[in-house]
């Protein structure tokens, strides 16, 4: 399987993660995409470097060959999941520490 | 230099590292709760990036990384990765609700 349709997966199943496993609702507090245009941004940097100087280096054939700031357009959708899937854990562990609340998990 | 990545990854530790501080955003403190958070992200991240590394999606400049592998092919610095920017990720989202708590209530 290339990488474009993994990583258009790893969006779903964070979704999924998000919404059906843990019901953790992130995607729909501005909270959440604060934090994430936050991270955007950084990513952007980092994976810029990472792929411009490159440390990493892709297979042309299993890329769309979109690329932004040197890195393939699939790395922001990695991104996106790895980073939606790792905050909607870490609030779901939060709430399960205080179940009284209803709040995004302190 | 084999040490590019490694100091790319240890830069993101550096930069966020103000929000604990700062920000009181609690996330090293709460460190069992962090621990918790990146095993299945490293499973599933970490997975990922050896079947790309074993279907030749993608591979790694030796120049850049120290040439510890783990089992698997995966260069050390990218398990480092999947524990950095994802802790990046929790100390932004709890930098924001420090400052605007009702963003995420």
Same mark, same amino acid.
């Given at each position: ?26 995607l ?27 440390? *990493? ?11 932004? *700031? ?20 870490? *609030? ?15 | 230099?084999?040490?590019? @990545?490694? /100091?790319?990854? $240890? ?5 966020t ?10 996330? @090293? ?8 958070? $990146?095993v ?19 591979? @790694?400049?030796?120049?850049? $990384?120290?040439g510890? @592998?783990?089992?698997?092919? /995966?260069? /050390? ?5 999947? $524990? ?22």
């Amino acid at each position: 399987m290339n990488y474009t349709l993994l990583a258009a997966l790893g969006v779903l199943l964070a979704v999924l993660v998000d919404t059906v496993l843990l019901r953790t609702f992130l995607l729909r507090r501005k909270g959440f995409w604060a934090a994430y245009v936050i991270v955007l941004f950084f990513q952007l940097v980092v994976n810029g470097l990472l792929t411009g100087l490159p440390v *990493v280096r892709y297979d042309r054939d299993r890329i769309i060959g979109l690329r932004i *700031v040197y890195a393939p357009v699939e790395d922001l959708l990695f991104g996106f999941a790895m980073v939606t899937i790792t905050l909607a854990t870490w *609030v779901w562990l939060g709430r399960r520490d205080a179940p009284a609340t209803n709040r995004a998990g302190r | 230099m084999h040490a590019t @990545y490694l /100091l790319i990854l $240890l830069a993101c530790v550096v930069g966020t590292a103000p929000l604990e501080i700062v920000l009181h955003t609690r996330v @090293y403190a709460r460190w069992p709760r962090l621990v918790v958070t $990146l095993v299945p992200v490293v499973l599933i991240f970490g997975g990922w990036d050896e079947l790309a590394i074993h279907q030749g999606t993608w591979d @790694y400049a030796r120049r850049y $990384l120290l040439g510890v @592998y783990l089992p698997g092919r /995966l260069p /050390l610095e990218e398990l480092l990765f999947f $524990l950095v920017i994802p802790t990046c990720a929790v100390l932004t989202l709890e930098a924001v609700r420090a400052r605007r708590p009702e963003w995420l209530a």
